[in-house]
C-alpha cells in the first residue's frame, strides 16, 4: 500500500524545529539501520514521500457494542483501516508518520499490567484483563484531529475512563490524573533523546469522568494495532491527538496539574488543555482548517472538535487563549 504525504505539508512544519534538526540524529541513536528508517530519512527531503507500508494484519475480533449516541459524525465518512493503521504518530517507534506501521509491527504486549498510584483507595499492579474484565467495549465513531492539521474519523472500541476510575477510588485530593506509556526496550525511539520518555499526559478529573473520554482497545471491531496504542490508549475527542497516550502501563491520581510531554518540551507551543481551537494559532501554523486524511479539499476547524455541546461547560470563566 502506498502513502503519499500532502505535499504542503513540509516536514520543517509539521515537527518542533528541534525534531527537524536532530531527524538524522534520532535515526542514528534509534539505530534504525534498517531500510525503512534509511528510504525514510532520503525520502522526506523531497516534497512527495512515497514509501510502501503494511497495514496491521486483521484477525483478532473483539466482542464490541455499537454505541449510537457517541457515535454521530454528521454522514462524515469513516477513514479507512488502512489510514487508520499506516498514517501514525508514535514517536517510541518513529518520527515518520509510516514508522510505527513498520516499527511497531513486532511490539509484545502479553500480560500487561497497569500500576495505580497516588490519590486513590485501589493502589497496586493490575492485570489489563482484570481491570477491564466486566466492560462492555463500545464501539464509538469520533472525529480525531492532530495538532499538525490533519484529521480521521475513527471507529474507536473502547471503555469509558470514568468507569475505570470509579473502581480505582480516587480521594478527594485527586484533582488530575496523569497516564504514561510503557518505557520498554522494544521500542527504539527511547534510544534517541527527542522527548523525554516515558510520553506523560494528564488530564483534570471533570475532563476524564465526561462520556466522551474513553479508554480505547480496538478500532472497527478489532483489536488496537500496535502502532495506534496496543493494548491500551487514551481517546479524547475534543483534544487534539497528542493527548491520546500510548501504550498505557502507569495510572496516578495527583493533586497537582501534571506536566505532559509536549509542554515540557516546547510550552510556548503546546498546553495542559490542548482543546481543539480553530481561534488560536499555533506559533508556527494557523489551526483554522484541517486537512481530513483521504479528502484534497481541507475542512474548517470546528471549536471543540465539534464537541462543544457535550464539553464546552467544562472551560466556563476559563481563558482559552492562554490555557491552551
Ligand atoms: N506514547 C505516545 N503516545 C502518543 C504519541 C506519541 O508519540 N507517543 N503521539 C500522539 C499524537 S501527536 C497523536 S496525533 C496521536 C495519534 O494517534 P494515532 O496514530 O492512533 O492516530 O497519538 C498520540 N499519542
Ligand atoms: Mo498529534
Redesign the pocket.
Known amino acids: 500500500m502506498l502513502i503519499k504525504k500532502p505535499a504542503d505539508i513540509r516536514s520543517s512544519e509539521i515537527t518542533p524545529k528541534k525534531l527537524y534538526q536532530t531527524r538524522r540524529e534520532f535515526i542514528k541513536a534509534a539505530g534504525m539501520v534498517g531500510g525503512a528508517a534509511i528510504g525514510v530519512e532520503v525520502l522526506t527531503k523531497g516534497a512527495a514521500v512515497l514509501h510502501a507500508v503494511q497495514p496491521a494484519a486483521h484477525g483478532r475480533k473483539l466482542n464490541v457494542k455499537p454505541n449510537p449516541t457517541f457515535s454521530n459524525t454528521n454522514g462524515e465518512p469513516k477513514n479507512t483501516w488502512e489510514q ?1 493503521t499506516t ?7 518513529g518520527i515518520d ?1 509510516d514508522q ?1 506501521a513498520e516499527l511497531a509491527r513486532n511490539f509484545k504486549t502479553d500480560n500487561w499490567t497497569i500500576e495505580v498510584s497516588g490519590e486513590c483507595a485501589k493502589k497496586g499492579k493490575f492485570p489489563l484483563e482484570d481491570l477491564i474484565k466486566d466492560e462492555t467495549i463500545e464501539e464509538r465513531v469520533y472525529r ?5 492539521a ?1 484529521s ?1 474519523v ?1 471507529p474507536w472500541d473502547g471503555i469509558p475512563l470514568a468507569s475505570i476510575i470509579k473502581k480505582l477510588q480516587p480521594t478527594a485530593k485527586a484533582k488530575y490524573i496523569k497516564m504514561s ?1 510503557a518505557l520498554d526496550k522494544q521500542m527504539p ?1 527511547i534510544r534517541s533523546d527527542v ?1 523525554d520518555w ?2 506523560v ?1 494528564g488530564l483534570r478529573m471533570d475532563e476524564a469522568m465526561n462520556p466522551l473520554t474513553i479508554f480505547a482497545v480496538g478500532l472497527y471491531g478489532e483489536a488496537l494495532p500496535n ?3 496496543a493494548p491500551i ?2 481517546v479524547v475527542p475534543w483534544k ?8 498505557i502501563n502507569k495510572i496516578e491520581f495527583t493533586e497537582k496539574q501534571p506536566l505532559n ?2 509542554q515540557r518540551t516546547a510550552p510556548n507551543e503546546y498546553g495542559f488543555y490542548a482543546n481543539v481551537n480553530p481561534n488560536v494559532d499555533h506559533p508556527r501554523w494557523s489551526q483554522a482548517t484541517e486537512r481530513r486524511i483521504g479528502e484534497f479539499f481541507k475542512r474548517k476547524t470546528l471549536m471543540f472538535n465539534g464537541y462543544g455541546d457535550q464539553v464546552a461547560s467544562l472551560y466556563t470563566g476559563l481563558d482559552l487563549k492562554k490555557n491552551f
Open positions: 487508520i498514517y501514525n504518530n508514535y514517536y517510541e517507534f508518520k510505527p480525531m484531529r492532530c495538532v499538525e490533519w480521521m475513527i506509556t525511539g522527548l516515558p510520553y499526559e502502532q495506534d496504542g490508549r487514551l487534539y491527538g497528542f493527548k491520546g497516550v500510548k501504550s510531554t509536549w
